[in-house]
Structures are given as structure tokens and as C-alpha cells.
């Protein structure tokens, strides 16, 4: 009974919810609602504490967004963030990888945050698909003329950061996944992610804490600045079908990945088990998989420091 309510809620949350609207932005309803989330974008923003600069790239599905930050000179290194999180979430991780790294942190198409879709883009429907998701990263990886280049990817991140490994021409060297969603398996605990679904459903501030409960071992790190952003895009996200297009990646795919990735799952993980762990170890080839102690799906907050010398030793 549980697992067909599920099902139900699924397909209402990621289909039910896309119909079209007056107002031309794809994830805001109102303007108004626009400029409550980009002010709470701008304050979560400073907490990153280090020197940045703000970016719009003009592709051809939209305009993307991006926050670059470290040593010019250093080694180039891009930053996928998870689902509706947008690149503010690095706040915890931002000094230890700008150091010695020059970061491109991307805001993804058709979600809350500063990157627009544009509805006349080549999309061939409400959500992308992988080859156009792979062209949209590409124009922007193009753009800045990036070589051999890092990625540190949370979540919805880390299956796009799968995802772009797999394809034959890339130009990624080391890949950091955090607890990527979907990329070796489907939610590891599907029952106890139905608090995430409520509130996309019917967005409350209750249900907003009883997520982050969920989703993190130490919701009381969480800045409180960065949880009103938070809050606000699960409570303006349009969702869409994209989610259900995040299938598990193949064996065959997961070979074809020969770039050397470390993979950082928390102990309290609901979205990865031991089955995802044990799917790394066995098909990407030159894999690293670690498992970080008292720490949830939002590990990179959880556990910053220990997140931090991990990520930084692999990236060396």
C-alpha cells in the first residue's frame, strides 16, 4: 500500500506539476516570489567568505549562471550542486577547494537560482534530456575553455557529472561524487524520503524541518540564512518529469568511465546503501569509495571538515 502511494505521489509531483504559467520565467510563478528567492540567494551567497565574481553565459537553452572563485592560476575545478540546492550550498566547502583551485560552480537550467531557461531553447519537451543536458554543460565548459578540468558533484549533481563522464569526448580528469542520487541505484529508502515529497507538494515550514531531519544528521549546522533560501526554493520549484529521466546508469556505462572518482556516501544516507557502494566498487574501475560516519544526504554539511580533507587529498 505504502510503495503504491509512493508511486502515486511520484508521478503527481514530477508530472502533475507542469503546467504552463503567465509569468515568463520557468521556476517562479510571480515576480515577486522571483525577487524574495534571489534576495535569499544574494545573502546565502556571502557566506561563501571568500573573494567571488557572478557570471551569466548566454547558451542556447538559457543563460547560465556562474559563480567562479580561487587562484586564477590554479587548477580548474567545476561544482555540480544537488536538486534545487543551487551553487550557494558549497558555503561549507568553498574555502577549502577555492585554496589552491580556480571553481566554477554552475547553477542548473529549469531549477531556483540565478541560471534562466528560456522556453524557446531547444528542449524537446518540459525537461531536458541527457544529450541536451551533456550540450548545455559543454557550451559552458567551452566557453571558459576548460581543460582537464575537476568535478565535485552532490547528488542530482553527481548524476550529471556520471553522466557527462560516460560520453567518449569529455574533458574531465578527477570527479568527486556526494551521495549522487540515482546514478548506481534508485532511492535506497524510498519511505523515509516522503517527508521531501510532502513539501514539494504542499510546501510548510514544518514539513521543511522534518526534510532537513531526514536529509541531514546535524540540521542545526545548516546556516540559518542558507535554510530560508533553502526553504524557498522547495517552496517556488517547479517541478518537473527530469527526475524521472535520472535512471541508474548500466554496467556497460559505469565501465565506460575511466577517470579516477572518489565516492563520499554518508553512514545515514537515504538515498544510497550498501548496494550503491558495492555497484561503485565493482564497475567504475578506478573508483575510491568511502563512507563518512554520522553524516546524512547532506554530508558536504554534516561533516564539513572530514568532507573537505577528503575531497582535497583526492584532488591533489
Known amino acids: 500500500m505504502l510503495k503504491s502511494a509512493l508511486k502515486i505521489a511520484v508521478l503527481f509531483l514530477f508530472v502533475g506539476c507542469s503546467s504552463t504559467q503567465k509569468f515568463s520565467d520557468y521556476s517562479f510563478k510571480t515576480k515577486k516570489d522571483k525577487e524574495s528567492y534571489t534576495k535569499a ?92 543536458i ?59 524520503t516522503t517527508s521531501a515529497l510532502m513539501l514539494k507538494l504542499f510546501p510548510s515550514e514544518k514539513k521543511f524541518g522534518k526534510t532537513l531531519t531526514t536529509f541531514s544528521t546535524h540540521p542545526e549546522k545548516i546556516s540559518p540564512i542558507y535554510k530560508r533560501q533553502f526553504y524557498l526554493a522547495n517552496k517556488y520549484a517547479k517541478s518537473n518529469s527530469s527526475m524521472l529521466k535520472m535512471m541508474p546508469f548500466s554496467q556497460k556505462e559505469l565501465e565506460s568511465i575511466h577517470n579516477q572518482v572518489l565516492i563520499l556516501i554518508g553512514d545515514h544516507d537515504v538515498i544510497n546503501g550498501e548496494e550503491s557502494i558495492e555497484r561503485a566498487k565493482k564497475y567504475l574501475v578506478n573508483s575510491e569509495t568511502r563512507v563518512i560516519k554520522d553524516a546524512g544526504h547532506f554530508l558536504s554539511i554534516d561533516q564539513s571538515k572530514i568532507v573537505n580533507e577528503a575531497m582535497i587529498d583526492f584532488l591533489k
Open 41 to 132: 540567494y544574494d545573502k546565502a551567497l556571502k557566506l561563501w567568505d571568500v573573494p567571488y565574481t557572478e557570471e551569466d553565459v548566454k547558451t542556447t537553452l538559457g543563460t547560465a549562471h556562474v559563480i567562479i572563485a580561487g587562484p586564477k592560476n590554479g587548477k580548474k575545478l567545476v561544482l555540480l550542486h544537488g536538486m534545487d540546492a543551487s551553487s550557494t550550498m558549497w558555503y561549507p566547502n568553498i574555502k577549502a577547494l577555492a585554496k589552491s583551485h580556480r571553481v566554477y560552480a554552475i547553477d542548473f537550467l529549469m531549477e531556483p537560482n540565478k541560471s534562466v531557461y528560456t522556453r524557446n531553447s531547444i528542449f524537446t519537451g518540459i525537461s531536458p534530456s541527457a544529450n541536451e
Open 134 to 192: 551533456v550540450k548545455w554543460y559543454n557550451e559552458i565548459f567551452d566557453h571558459y575553455q576548460l581543460k582537464k578540468f575537476d568535478v565535485v558533484a552532490a547528488s542530482r549533481g553527481g548524476w550529471i557529472a556520471t553522466l557527462l563522464a560516460t560520453q567518449k569526448e569529455n574533458s574531465i580528469n578527477r570527479i568527486v561524487l556526494l551521495s549522487p542520487a540515482q546514478t548506481f541505484k534508485f532511492i535506497d529508502k524510498m519511505g523515509k
